[in-house]
C-alpha cells in the first residue's frame, strides 16, 4: 500500500528523502508552504534552504543524521513559496519508503514557539532582575534594621518561633541574631511576679494570630521583663504588631518591638523607694491623729462645744483623705516597682459586680446615684484576683459617681470577646475633654487641676487601676459616651 496518501493527510510538512538528501517525496502542506511552484520539486532537500542553513546542514546535521539515525528538535530557517525566510523546528530520523532506505524530514513552524522562547526568556531574566533587586533591598532594610542598635527587631510565626531578628537582640539579650533564630520567643520573657501579665499577653495575641481572627490589636504595647543570656532579667517595652498578607514571610506573623527600659525603671525605682519611706513616715502619725480624733468625735463629741465639734469633724475627714492619699502612694510605689502582689483564680464575674455596687451604698445614698448592672444571660468566669478587681471596680465606680449629677446613673455593662470579657462603666457626668484623654492613666493628673475644684481626689486612682488590670493580664482604655458622658472599661481573660 502507497504511504502517500497517509503523508498528505498529515497536519505538518513532510519530506522524503535517500540517504544523500535527493528528494523522493514532499507531501502537499510542504509543496504549499515552501515551493513556489507545487510542481517544480527541487532535486536535494538542500535548496530548500537559505545560505546560512545549509552550511549548518552539512557541518553538523548530516553528520549526526548519518552517525545516530535521527536528530530532534533543529532550529533551522527555511525558505517560504513567497521567498521569505522563516524558522522551523527540524525533525528527522532514518526509514524506508517504496522499500528504500531513507530520512524522514518533519518540518514545524516554529515562529510562535520562538516568540514564546524569546518571551520565556525574557520573563526568566525579568525575575532574575526582580530577584537581584529584592535581595538588594533585603539587604537594605537587614542594614537599616541592624543599625537601630538600641532597639530588638523580631518577627515570630504563629506558634511564637523567632523568624527573624536584628542586631539589637544582642545588647539586649547577649545572644546573636543567628542564635535567636528558631527558638521559642515565650522562653525568654519572665514569669515572675507582675511579668507573668506579660507573658499571658504574648499567648493570646500568638492565640488570636493562629484563629485568624479580625479582633486582634494593631498594636499591643506593655511593659514587661525578658531574661537574657546571662540569667539576669531587663525590664523592656514590648510592642506587639500583627503582620498579615503581603507584610508576612508566612501566612502570618508577630513583629515583636523591644526597647531598653532598665535606666527609666531604676530612676522610677529609686523614687518610689522615696515616696514609700515617706509614706510610711506619714502613716505611723496619720495612725495617731486619726485614733485621737475618732475617740473625740465619738466620747466626747457632747462634751465639746459645737465650733470645736465642726472642727473635729472637718480635722478628720482631712485626715481620712490624707489616709487615702498614703495608701494610694503605696500602692502605686508597690505597682511600679513590680512587689504588688496578685494572686489569680477562677471567679464568677456576676458576684464580683454585685459586691462592688453592695460596696459603693453610702455614695448613692448621698448623691442618689443609680448603678445599673447589664448582664448577658450566660454567666462568665474569668480568671482575676478578686481583692485586686475590687480595687478596680471600686476607683471606677466612685469616679463615676463624683462625676455623675445627683439622681443620675452608672451603668455597668459585660461584654463578651473571643478569649476575654469587657467590663464597661458609663456615668452621666461632663464626659473628657479630648485634649486630657491621653493624660488619663498617669499619676498625678486631673482634668481640673485648680485649687478649688468641685471634685476631690489624688489623681492616682486611674493610675493605680492601669497598674492592676496589666498585673492581671487585661487592658483598660477610656471612650467617650453619647450624648455625653465617659465610659470606662477592662478586660479580664476568660477562665
Not at 79 to 105: D, M, T
Not at 299 to 321: G, H, I, M, Y
Amino acid at each position: 500500500m502507497s504511504e502517500q496518501p497517509e503523508l498528505d493527510a498529515l497536519p505538518c510538512a513532510v519530506i522524503i528523502t535517500d540517504p544523500f538528501g535527493q528528494i523522493v517525496f514532499i507531501n502537499q502542506l510542504a509543496k504549499t508552504a515552501f515551493l513556489a511552484e507545487p510542481d517544480t520539486i527541487p532535486a536535494n532537500i538542500d535548496k530548500l534552504f537559505p545560505p546560512a542553513s545549509k552550511i549548518f546542514l552539512q557541518t553538523h546535521l548530516w553528520p549526526m543524521l548519518r552517525k545516530q539515525g535521527e536528530v530532534n528538535e533543529f532550529y533551522l530557517q527555511i525558505q517560504s513559496k513567497e521567498h521569505k525566510v522563516v524558522p522551523i523546528l527540524l525533525n528527522v530520523a532514518a526509514g524506508e519508503f517504496a522499500q528504500q532506505a531513507c530520512y524522514r524530514w518533519v518540518l514545524l513552524p516554529a515562529l510562535q514557539r520562538v516568540t514564546f522562547e524569546q518571551e520565556l526568556l525574557k520573563a526568566r531574566q525579568q525575575t532574575a532582575d526582580y530577584a537581584q533587586e529584592i535581595s538588594l533591598h533585603k539587604r537594605r532594610l537587614q542594614n537599616i534594621l541592624d543599625a537601630a542598635a538600641d532597639i530588638a527587631i523580631i518577627t515570630l510565626d504563629k506558634d511564637g518561633m523567632v523568624q527573624f531578628a536584628n542586631a539589637g537582640v544582642m545588647p539586649l539579650l547577649g545572644v546573636s541574631k543567628q542564635q535567636l533564630l528558631g527558638e521559642r520567643f515565650a522562653d525568654l520573657m519572665s514569669q515572675q511576679g507582675l511579668a507573668q501579665a506579660g507573658h499571658a499577653r504574648l499567648q493570646q495575641q500568638l492565640s488570636l494570630l493562629a484563629q485568624k481572627t479580625s479582633v486582634i490589636e494593631p498594636i499591643l504595647e506593655f511593659e514587661t521583663r525578658l531574661i537574657q543570656h546571662s540569667g539576669q532579667e531587663i525590664d523592656v517595652l514590648l510592642q506587639l504588631r500583627p503582620l498579615t498578607g503581603e507584610l508576612a514571610q508566612a501566612d502570618s506573623q508577630l513583629l515583636v518591638v523591644a526597647t531598653d527600659i532598665s535606666k527609666r525603671k531604676q530612676l522610677e525605682r529609686l523614687q518610689n523607694e522615696f515616696v514609700a519611706t515617706i509614706s510610711h513616715e506619714f502613716r505611723t502619725p496619720l495612725t495617731t491623729i486619726l485614733g485621737s480624733l475618732t475617740l473625740l468625735s465619738e466620747r466626747f463629741r457632747a462634751d465639746l462645744p459645737e465650733r470645736a465639734q465642726k472642727l473635729v469633724e472637718v480635722s478628720f475627714n482631712s485626715s481620712q483623705r490624707l489616709k487615702h492619699l498614703v495608701n494610694d502612694l503605696l500602692d502605686f510605689g508597690k505597682i511600679n516597682s513590680g512587689k504588688v502582689q496578685v494572686s489569680l483564680q477562677r471567679c464568677a464575674l456576676t458576684p464580683l459586680l454585685e459586691s462592688s455596687i453592695v460596696e459603693h451604698h453610702y455614695y448613692l445614698n448621698t448623691k442618689g446615684v443609680q448603678l445599673l448592672l447589664s448582664l448577658p444571660e450566660t454567666p462568665f468566669f474569668i480568671l482575676t484576683d478578686p481583692q485586686r478587681f475590687q480595687q478596680v471596680m471600686a476607683n471606677l465606680l466612685s469616679n463615676a459617681i463624683k462625676f455623675s449629677p445627683a439622681a443620675g446613673q452608672v451603668h455597668i455593662r459585660v461584654t463578651e470577646q473571643i478569649n476575654h470579657v469587657i467590663i464597661n462603666v458609663q456615668d452621666s457626668g461632663p464626659g473628657i475633654k479630648a485634649n486630657f484623654v491621653d493624660l488619663l492613666f498617669t499619676q498625678f493628673t486631673q482634668e481640673d487641676n485648680s485649687s478649688n475644684r468641685q471634685v476631690e481626689g489624688t489623681g492616682l486612682g486611674l493610675a493605680i487601676s492601669k497598674g492592676l488590670v496589666n498585673a492581671m493580664g487585661g487592658e483598660i482604655g477610656y471612650q467617650a459616651a453619647q450624648p455625653h458622658g465617659a465610659i470606662f472599661w477592662f478586660s479580664c481573660a476568660k477562665a
